[in-house]
């Protein structure tokens, strides 16, 4: 395929008609400015239109401006299928379920606790476990771990580890009520038992950042924002649990390919009808893995106060938001599919909380390390790609090319002479997650803004970074 084939929809958005292959059922999108269309890989390309193929899918397969290629469906993409006769598809959601983001804010300004922001993220290094299997202190039973992965963030508020504006504040309210633990295998769940309060590995971190711009004054003050105030931003998801559930369901749906006569172009697009026996399994075990995620992202917010109170006394911070970026979930009659791609719900809509209804539901995307942050707000143009955005800048080099590539000890140097501080356990990870192995955060975020996909309200800068191993 030439990318020549694209017709130029507008300044931000190009398609391939649903003609350029015979087994296309809708036509395939991406959004991204011209140069941006020419870098992305043939492979990540192909991808959005293997997902066109897929029964029952609607109006479009699409990808947002962070496209990258990912297990059968791209990163960045998103695709929506009808109910009655659509199908489910691990591949489609991702290995990382509601892998998310959770932005803290606290009252004071970046200027107050700069002579002690080195003690703070040495303090939530040590509270929050970061890497590639580090265990928390806690071991649950299976029986606690069911709790969680039926009652999500929501469990652990009820146990003491938040307040009920964090669950307010959260998609979902922090549990996905179609979930069914019995459907999780033994494995899974032994691997998530003691990982709750976990960041793991990649490009998880916690953040700590700065408001260095405000592009919305009206939308900024809805969501509690003023320049140069602190912030803190927490980016994990579902961890070994959540890896397991989707390795689990794909050896199944291999097999249900089959069973149903399901015609795909790649073995890794997996899929099985919504409706079947196998389809509402995984829909139940995944959403035991969003739960999950959302009570792992809350109960490090649980440790993160607990070092904001060691290191500046009963300073609040407060929950602005917790979004997902990989999950599948019941919209009207259409069941979306969201792989790293947020949700953006426009005002007025009823699944947000009532204090952000007059603005849209805020928008967290998540820069590559060292780099800027932004938040921005759903709005209702963001109709035509199922309310959904970008989720963060994209890879454009392997985790293998940058080890091989960037070395990590000048990685830190560099960052720490722009003033930023840096925790981590490995060099490696360093290097897996620097800020040249991504897309410009900016050209990506200015995209979803100029077509109206979500509008930009902040911009954040990091003071300083606890990354996974």
């Not at 929506?80 to 691990?90: E, L, N, Q, T, Y």
């Not at 077509?451 to 954040?460: D, Y």
Request: charged share 25%.
């Amino acid at each position: 395929m030439k990318k020549e084939e694209f017709k130029r929809l507008n300044d931000y958005l190009w398609e391939i008609s649903q003609s350029f292959r015979s087994d296309m059922k809708v036509p395939a999108r991406i959004y991204a400015t011209k140069k941006m269309l020419e870098e992305t890989e043939p492979d990540a390309i192909e991808q959005v239109i293997n997902v066109a193929t897929l029964p029952g899918i609607v109006d479009y397969s699409l990808a947002m401006p962070d496209i990258h290629t990912g297990y059968g469906f791209v990163i960045g993409g998103v695709a929506a299928f009808r109910v009655s006769d659509g199908v489910i598809s691990p591949g489609g959601i991702g290995f990382d379920i509601n892998c998310g983001i959770r932005l803290l804010k606290s009252n004071l300004l970046a200027d107050e606790i700069k002579q002690k922001i080195d003690e703070l993220a040495t303090e939530i290094q040590r509270q929050v476990p970061s890497g590639l299997g580090r265990s928390h202190k806690v071991k649950l039973g299976i029986n606690e771990l069911d709790k969680i992965l039926e009652g999500g963030a929501q469990e652990l508020v009820r146990q003491g580890y938040g307040e009920k504006e964090d669950i307010e504040n959260c998609e979902a309210n922090g549990r996905l009520e179609w979930t069914d633990a019995s459907v999780v295998s033994l494995t899974a769940k032994n691997r998530g038992r003691d990982q709750v309060g976990t960041l793991g590995s990649g490009n998880h971190f916690c953040e700590v950042q700065r408001v260095e711009e405000i592009f919305d004054e009206r939308v900024a003050k809805v969501f509690g924002l003023f320049k140069n105030q602190t912030i803190i931003m927490i980016h994990t998801g579902s961890r070994g649990l959540g890896h397991q559930i989707a390795t689990d369901y794909l050896r199944i749906m291999v097999q249900t390919v089959q069973k149903y006569g399901i015609q795909i172009p790649d073995r890794q697009l997996a899929v099985c009808p919504f409706n079947s026996i196998e389809g509402q399994k995984y829909f139940k075990a995944m959403a035991a893995g969003a739960n999950f995620a959302w009570a792992n992202r809350q109960m490090i917010t649980h440790y993160i106060r607990q070092s904001w109170e060691n290191v500046f006394g009963n300073e609040n911070l407060d929950v602005l938001y917790d979004v997902a970026h990989n999950i599948a979930k019941l919209e009207g009659n259409l069941l979306v599919h969201r792989k790293g791609a947020t949700r953006a719900f426009p005002a007025n809509h009823p699944e947000i909380p009532e204090k952000y209804r007059s603005v849209g539901q805020p928008v967290l995307i998540p820069g590559s390390m060292g780099t800027a942050s932004y938040i921005l707000h759903g709005t209702e143009e963001a109709k035509e790609s199922f309310y959904s955005t970008c989720h963060g800048a994209g890879r454009t080099m392997s985790r293998h090319a940058a080890t091989r590539a960037l070395s990590g000890q000048e990685i830190v140097r560099n960052l720490e002479n722009k003033g930023i501080i840096v925790k981590c356990y490995s060099w490696r990870g360093i290097a897996e997650e620097a800020p040249q192995a991504y897309k410009n955060i900016d050209e990506v975020v200015e995209v979803v803004h100029r077509a109206g996909l979500s509008k930009k309200v902040a911009k954040l800068i990091p003071l300083a970074v606890i990354k996974g191993e």
